[in-house]
């Protein structure tokens, strides 16, 4: 459900099938990389991460 809720509000956009389940997965690793590492709020953290990537992606649009 957040994966999607980015997906919309980032690009406007519904992930598919496919997205879905590979940035399911590394959203799960990040987390779980974070509460490794001891760091408070690994599941915040990684849906940051998240939403830092969805930004880089070549569908976002800056205009100057």
Sequence with gaps: QMLE?????ALSRHPDDHEV???RVCV???EEAYRRSGRDGAS???IED???LL???NEV???E
Excluded at 5 to 9: D, E, R, T, V, Y
């Design 55 to 57: 930004l880089c992606l």
């Design 21 to 23: 389940r590979r940035l």
């Design 61 to 63: 649009v800056y205009i």
């Design 5 to 9: 809720k980015g997906f919309l509000i």
């Design 44 to 46: 915040r953290l990684a």
């Design 50 to 52: 998240f939403g830092h």
């Design 28 to 30: 799960e690793r990040q």
